[in-house]
């Protein structure tokens, strides 16, 4: 039997597993009404005739789903939103010709914006209105809010960027991959070349020149900062809202970083043969080299990684930590207050947390290592020997054939503790040292909680069927859940894809709902509190796109 956790104590009933009604739920949600999957045909699912190429975009988001297939005819080309065709194209515009890398949804999923190609001129398609043509186009890219839409577009020799429409200065060059929109998506800065040399425009105004930049310009959080570093002759300055800073031989490319609270920027510098961390103006120790600097969440510490000789360095808050053979990133708590990291010295692995050595084992399993999230508390998984455990606060638990990826999992309280495990070829659900019924496998990924921490589900597999467990209760069989169960707030309701043969169905509350031939985007809970999702259904061999809403799934957000 699993041993009930402490918020879950109701469900020592349902976790006697096989026994039938999940008479837990019943018990803290005796009054709650059966769902109701609502089904609203949008169109056909393939609008255009003779399709002989088919790439599937999908946008889910808590406005909703949508999907948009870019489809080929064997000539033209065309976008299809939500079940609706565009105009037909000689061809769509891709990012350095990779069609995976289309993303026309903002960030919202409320426009749609592409780039197209039509007798010998690109245009940019912003929610089925085309803009000015150019010879050619880099873009579009969309601010956060989903208000402004930016491009690079060439006409005449010469480039220039193009901001709601309307067309900005003329340059030799203009370079997307260094062009942004602050957070607030009140300001757009790019990176642009004439006669060789480069310049920061911020809203339109444009920097000093310079012989190059290292990298794309990086915003403050609140928006109020821009920082870019640039060359100019044999010397690299950090530029702070348009003012330069100390002349170095080397500015760390990609090392520029604000703090949460905005109101620091560090970077690494060289100066000489070594490297120095410069934070807030400062200088701290000289290195070899240095990685993966950054800010606590509450903005009160810093922590990097640094090389010195063959040995690896963690360094916090300027103080050097012990010299190991290796060590990985470090890794804040969620308030900001703890950091651990892996080490190894020689064959041996630890966790050092809060400059603790933890115990000595043959391996950590990577990405293992989790904070609680009240941040009191800390697990991961290590080898120790032939077997596998998890290590919570320091403890070593019981030792298991193995440990399954990704390693263990806190319930949002930071009360309980859940991890797969492996002995004699079955899988258990291993909750606050308690075991589950053997299991032929676990799917990976699949433990989750409800956000009150009252409920947990997971996706089990006995002989060759699987069925999502809630609450230690099995639901119906089928031969694949691809995606873990999704609860609402409260825990009172549960959706999760579930595929019998060539049937796909969502299942509410542990009951199949229609039955479609794909789920192509969600469910995902939405801000008004409906659940949504969007399926493929045949009927009469006529495939349709069907929009299925479930009104009251969760509350409405604020």
């Not at 701290?284 to 922590?303: E, I, L, T, Y």
Request: with cysteine.
């Amino acid at each position: 039997m699993l041993t009930p956790p402490p918020r879950l104590w109701w469900s020592v009933l349902g976790i006697l597993f096989l026994l039938g009604t999940n008479l837990a739920a019943q018990e803290k949600n005796p009054s709650v009404a059966p769902l109701e999957q609502r089904k609203e045909v949008l169109g056909p699912f393939e609008p255009v005739p003779n399709v002989n190429f088919r790439l599937y975009l999908r946008k889910v988001t808590e406005n909703g789903c949508r999907i948009a297939l870019m489809v080929n005819d064997g000539s033209k080309w065309s976008m299809v939103l939500d079940g609706v065709p565009g105009p037909a194209f000689d061809g769509i515009a891709a990012p350095k010709g990779d069609f995976t890398k289309i993303n026309p949804f903002s960030p919202d999923g409320k426009r749609f914006v592409y780039g197209a190609l039509e007798n010998g001129h690109f245009i940019v398609m912003a929610d089925g209105k085309p803009g000015p043509e150019f010879d050619m186009i880099d873009g579009p890219i969309l601010s956060p809010d989903g208000q402004h839409i930016a491009y690079s577009a060439r006409k005449d020799g010469k480039w220039r960027m193009v901001l709601d429409g309307v067309e900005q200065a003329l340059w030799d060059n203009t370079y997307l991959d260094h062009a942004l929109f602050s957070p607030d998506s009140r300001r757009f800065v790019y990176a642009a070349e004439r006669a060789g040399r480069w310049q920061v425009v911020d809203n339109g105004v444009a920097g000093p020149p310079m012989d190059g930049l290292g990298g794309p310009p990086v915003f403050s959080p609140d928006s109020k900062h821009l920082a870019y570093n640039a060359n100019d002759g044999d010397h690299w300055n950090v530029w702070l809202d348009g003012k330069p800073g100390p002349n170095y031989s080397e500015i760390g490319t990609g090392s520029l970083s604000f703090s949460p609270d905005s109101r620091q920027l560090a970077y690494g510098a060289k100066i000489g043969t070594h490297w120095q961390m410069v934070v807030n103006g400062k200088l701290g120790p000289a290195f070899d080299g240095f990685w993966s600097f950054q800010f606590s969440p509450n903005s009160r510490h810093q922590v990097y990684r640094a090389k010195q000789g063959a040995k690896s360095i963690v360094v916090i808050d300027g103080v050097l930590g012990p010299d190991y053979d290796a060590t990985e990133d470090p890794q804040f708590s969620p308030n900001g207050e703890r950091v651990a990291y892996r080490a190894q010295q020689g064959q041996a692995q630890q966790m050092v947390v809060d400059g603790k050595p933890g115990p000595l084992l043959q391996g950590i399993g990577d990405g293992s290592f989790t904070f609680s999230p009240d941040s009191n508390h800390y697990a991961y998984a290590g080898v120790q020997g032939p077997n596998q455990l998890v290590i919570r606060d320091g403890r070593l638990g019981k030792a298991y054939d193995g440990v399954g990826k990704p390693g263990p999992v806190f319930s949002p309280d930071s009360l309980n503790l859940a991890y797969r495990a492996t002995h004699d070829k079955r899988w258990y659900l291993v909750m606050n040292e308690g075991e589950s019924r053997p299991l032929t496998l676990i799917e990976e990924r699949s433990i989750v909680f409800s956000a009150d921490s009252w409920h947990f589900a997971y996706t089990g597999q006995g002989g060759l069927k699987k069925y999502a467990v809630v609450d230690g209760v099995p639901g119906p069989a089928f031969d694949s859940i691809p995606h873990p169960v999704l609860f609402n707030p409260n825990g009172s309701h549960t959706a999760y894809e579930a595929h019998a043969g060539a049937v796909r169905q969502v299942v509410l509350d542990q009951v199949p709902g229609p039955e479609f031939a794909d789920i192509l985007a969600g469910p995902v809970v939405c801000r008004d509190g409906r659940l949504e999702y969007l399926a493929v259904e045949q009927t009469k061999g006529v495939e349709m796109l069907v929009r299925v809403t479930v009104p009251g799934f969760a509350p409405p957000k604020p």
